[in-house]
Structures are given as structure tokens and as C-alpha cells.
């Protein structure tokens, strides 16, 4: 989850680094493919907050992650 917010964060502004990141764990996944999807919640000139979604084949919540980021230089 950290690296779909990573993948994000570098396509719109650079590499960045991440502060501090929290995950909470709605459901297991047991099997099929799982798909992340980064946002920004709020986008800053030195820190930036993001939201990750983690996903199961059927399109089911499995996970959150919300982090702090560090914005490049």
C-alpha cells in the first residue's frame, strides 16, 4: 500500500519519503488478486496526506492506509 502511494506521489511531484503510515485491516484476502489504489487527500509543498485502498478481486474493501509524506525539494 505504501508503494501505490509511493508510485502516486512520484508521477505527480518526484520521489518523496514517507513520514509516518497507518494501516487498518478490514477483511482477509484468501485468495485472487488484490488491487491498490493511492490518493491524495491533501497535497502540500512539503508534506503531502495519502490514502491507499486495498482491494480483492470482487472489488471488496480488505484495507486502509493513510500516510504522511515528505514532497521533494
Known amino acids: 500500500m ?12 518526484g520521489m518523496g519519503a ?8 478490514l477483511r482477509p484476502v484468501r485468495q485472487g488478486r488484490v488491487t491498490c489504489e493511492g490518493r491524495f487527500i491533501k497535497k ?3 508534506l503531502s496526506f495519502m490514502e491507499s485502498l486495498l482491494l480483492d ?4 474493501l480488505a484495507a486502509i492506509a493513510t500516510a504522511t509524506w515528505k ?3
Not at 505504501?2 to 511531484?13: E, F, R, T, W
Not at 514517507?18 to 485491516?25: S, V
Open 2 to 13: 505504501d508503494i501505490s502511494m509511493g508510485h502516486l506521489l512520484y508521477k505527480s511531484a
Open 18 to 25: 514517507t513520514i509516518e503510515m497507518k494501516t487498518q485491516y
Open 44 to 46: 502540500g509543498r512539503t
Open 57 to 60: 478481486d470482487a472489488g471488496k
Open 71 to 73: 514532497m521533494p525539494n
